[in-house]
């Protein structure tokens, strides 16, 4: 499954967590309890294969021009801005 379509609506991004569970609280996110995920969370579960993730990761972080970690949880980030350069990557 590509990112863009794991994240199919807001409700499914998170910032400041790998994964949250329905309350909130920080979660694995491969965790039963994960509602919520940012990329990198999202990742693990869409690219469970460690090559696979670390390129598409990569791939991220050349696309931002830094950590999409640290783009993903910036304060002004928003959920269309994720789902957006997800869809322009196809990824």
Avoid at 11 to 40: H, I, M
Avoid at 47 to 73: H, K, T
């Amino acid at each position: 499954m590509k990112l863009h379509e794991f994240f199919t609506n807001q409700s499914k991004w998170t910032q400041d967590a790998f994964a949250v569970n329905a309350v909130g609280d920080c979660v694995d996110p491969d965790s039963r309890e994960a509602v919520a995920w940012c990329l990198l969370g999202a990742i693990d579960i869409c690219y469970p294969d460690e090559a696979a993730g670390n390129g598409i990761a990569s791939m991220l972080n050349e696309a931002v021009g830094r950590n999409i970690d640290s783009w993903n949880d910036e304060l002004e980030r928003t959920f269309d801005e994720v789902r957006g350069l997800l869809l322009q990557l196809d990824i």
